[in-house]
């Protein structure tokens, strides 16, 4: 046990000084653009599905408009589960939590928005029942509350495809990029890999270094796309909030989650291995 313990050691100390600073910087750099639009994508999704986890619509009515019996009339209606009115000095009082909108209201010098009905509605009946309600007498304008969300997920699952096959066209490329790598590392060590056979070493012995030096890589790739990820990450959130201030949210794009950072640095290590494997068995024959 102590003497399969040593020899993986010193494979491991073998491999870490096998390990490429450039090398690792391009595997970073591919790894880091899937994995950094994954982060992106996941943060639009998580707006998208909180906008459209309750499907509304605004109803904004017209001066002479009767509020009481369009209410009415539309709690009839089979499609809609609830309505709500929110008169304009609600909807003001509402406004003014955004930074500006009092000082803009105060140099107009009166109430710019109009009485409203919140409509919630069933999922599946969101855009007839949005087309049926503006043609109702009395309403200006119909604000589909929830349909900008639903595009935008549908976004998100194309984004995400597009992602997956971006990952395996680099992942290919790393795979090529390890295999070559350890293909030079067994050319320059031919003559040192033949003694070693000479004196008895076992092909296990001789080839788990380069085992190790693929995994390696790999890893050091994972962990400098992460670094590039958090990075970029942080310069996008200092554009992004002052934008998501002025419209009253706290926004921030996030950082890939714990799982899915480690998922990142396994899925590295694992095409180093994989690259070297592919090397080893095609040039140590």
Request: aromatic fraction near 6%; proline fraction near 4%.
């Amino acid at each position: 046990m102590n003497a399969w313990l040593r020899q993986h050691r010193h494979a491991l100390h073998t491999a870490l000084r096998r390990v490429g600073v450039l090398n690792s910087l391009v595997i970073g750099i591919a790894l880091a653009l899937p994995a950094g639009g994954y982060a992106l994508v996941e943060s639009l999704r998580a707006i998208a599905s909180r906008a459209s986890a309750e499907p509304q619509i605004s109803l904004f009515l017209a001066p002479e408009a009767k509020a009481d019996s369009l209410q009415g009339r539309l709690k009839a209606d089979a499609r809609v589960l609830a309505v709500r009115f929110v008169p304009r000095e609600q909807a003001l009082k509402e406004m003014s939590a955004v930074q500006g909108v009092t000082e803009l209201v105060a140099a107009l010098g009166r109430n710019p928005l109009p009485d409203a009905l919140v409509v919630t509605a069933k999922q599946e009946a969101l855009e007839p029942l949005a087309a049926d309600l503006a043609k109702l007498p009395g309403v200006a304008h119909v604000q589909a509350d929830a349909l900008w969300a639903r595009r935008l997920a549908a976004l998100g699952r194309l984004a995400r495809l597009g992602l997956w096959l971006l990952t395996g066209l680099l992942g290919a490329g790393l795979v090529a990029v390890t295999f070559n790598t350890i293909r030079l590392q067994i050319l320059t060590q031919r003559d040192e890999i033949e003694v070693s056979s000479l004196i008895g070493a076992t092909d296990a012995f001789i080839r788990r270094p380069f085992y190790y030096a693929g995994a390696l890589q790999g890893l050091a790739g994972g962990v400098v796309a992460l670094a590039l990820i958090a990075a970029a990450l942080a310069l996008l959130n200092r554009e992004v909030a002052p934008l998501a201030e002025s419209y009253g949210s706290s926004f921030r794009f996030a950082f890939l989650s714990a799982a899915d950072a480690l998922a990142i640095l396994v899925f590295s290590a694992a095409l180093g291995a994989l690259g070297a494997q592919l090397s080893v068995m095609r040039h140590l024959r």
